[in-house]
């Protein structure tokens, strides 16, 4: 509750008062996956990618006492078998050995092997901050192929540019095709949906040539912005030949322009391929104001677009993504958290969270974010983008399915060592394994 002139209010009012309002209706059990050491790694002090956003959010979830109508996880970091079901072998193994120490004495030639560079630098603890972020993603699938959850949140998650064999874009390890992978197991058809600023290339690399995983991208796009992919005409290969859909804008789009076509694009894809669980990457750096950002959007409108997709009602795996002004990221993701729980929060910032000052000089949940750049995208431009990709659309007849005789075993995510531990747990009690 915010202080003024004339009213302040005594601390147990303060620490019991919620900072939302509960919309009727509201029936999506929500899972919210965060191990708070993700947020302890740095890239390096020029670096644009800054960890402790992930701290900053979760300080305003927590502040607004959204943590009182989720499921809360501390998730365990993923397994190296669990990478190795994308990754390479080597490059695992690469990542496991590399120290900063070790870069030094290292030829180029063989660090330009694995893309380390400015935008992929060596530093410490680069392998278990992957595996924090990674596993938090695997958890939060497990508990929706589980019926625990019918949202699942990670915004450590949504590092959509790493590949198969190297880095990418600030990207060590594809928690999302890792995902995606896991819930196929149990899941026909999946569909991701990419509204970070920058095209998702490396799940849309990963699932090109498949009809069960349709990717879906909002990014910029002029053949040379960051990665340089992401065309109308890349439409997939072989059985996913149409399903690899990208939506290529320019500079300065707005609010009403993005929802628009987000809608308008979005319903049919949905209704057409019809999809079992949806992952969403809601990266931040099409908001505007962004560091690396080109985009006017505010968070509202942003926030709009997990609303849309929400309303569905398909399982949803939440993830995070870029965003390299860390205020309004973590503006974004906790309003975003507050769309997937059905409540309303004060636009006003709880005057007692912990990073208050972070968030001045109104200290409001939504700052005026758009006008910056001037917006490039004109109507007829987006229509000729939606008619493009509403003709490709034709070509899909049906929805693919996929003969699933049993469900694969793992369910639970367990790690060999936690198995033999309830094993020896239960032999101790006299427990019937069997049983």
């Not at 870069?103 to 410490?124: E, H, R, W, Y």
């Not at 320019?250 to 079992?276: A, C, H, N, V, W």
């Not at 309003?335 to 006003?348: A, G, I, R």
Request: glycine share 8%.
């Amino acid at each position: 509750m915010a202080k003024s002139d004339t009213f302040s209010s005594d601390a147990k009012t303060a620490a019991n008062t919620p900072f939302y309002e509960s919309n009727p209706g509201a029936k999506a059990h929500v899972s919210y996956h965060y191990n708070p050491h993700t947020s302890e790694y740095h890239y390096g002090a020029l670096h644009p990618m800054k960890p402790f956003r992930l701290m900053l959010t979760d300080h305003l979830v927590s502040s607004y006492k959204l943590h009182e109508k989720m499921d809360l996880y501390t998730p365990r970091l993923a397994t190296k078998d669990e990478l190795l079901q994308f990754h390479s072998e080597d490059y695992i193994d690469f990542l496991q050995s590399i120290t900063p120490e070790k870069t030094a004495k290292m030829t180029g030639q063989l660090l330009s092997q694995f893309n380390i560079g400015d935008d992929c630098p060596v530093f410490d603890g680069m392998y278990d901050y992957s595996s924090i972020y990674a596993g938090a993603s695997l958890d939060a699938t497990r508990k929706l192929i589980s019926g625990m959850s019918d949202i699942a949140i990670n915004w450590s998650g949504g590092l959509h540019h790493a590949k198969k064999f190297e880095p990418s874009g600030f990207c060590y390890v594809n928690d999302i095709v890792l995902s995606i992978i896991n819930l196929l197991r149990v899941h026909p058809r999946v569909m991701y949906i990419d509204i970070d600023l920058h095209h998702g290339d490396g799940v849309q690399e990963a699932f090109y040539t498949t009809d069960r995983v349709m990717t879906v991208s909002f990014h910029k796009y002029n053949g040379e912005f960051f990665p340089g992919t992401g065309s109308v005409d890349e439409i997939g290969l072989g059985r996913g030949k149409n399903y690899a859909i990208n939506v290529p804008l320019r500079d300065g789009i707005d609010d009403d322009s993005y929802i628009r076509l987000f809608k308008l694009i979005m319903e049919p894809l949905i209704t057409k391929f019809q999809p079992t669980c949806i992952v969403q990457q809601c990266g931040a750096d099409s908001l505007g104001y962004d560091r690396l950002g080109c985009f006017n959007l505010n968070i509202r409108a942003h926030g709009e677009c997990v609303k849309f997709i929400k309303s569905f009602g398909i399982p949803m795996l939440v993830l995070g993504g870029g965003g390299y002004t860390p205020r309004n990221v973590s503006r974004l993701w906790c309003y975003e958290t507050s769309v997937l729980n059905d409540v309303t929060l004060d636009h006003k910032i709880p005057n007692y969270l912990p990073t208050y000052d972070w968030f001045g000089p109104d200290h409001s949940l939504h700052p005026q974010l758009e006008g910056r750049i001037d917006n490039k995208n004109s109507k007829k431009y987006l229509e000729s983008v939606k008619q493009e990709i509403l003709e490709q659309l034709r070509y899909l007849n049906h929805a693919p399915s996929v003969q699933m005789s049993e469900i694969p075993p793992d369910l639970t995510g367990l790690t060999d060592e936690e198995e033999d531990a309830i094993r020896d747990l239960n032999e101790d009690m006299g427990v019937d394994q069997k049983s």
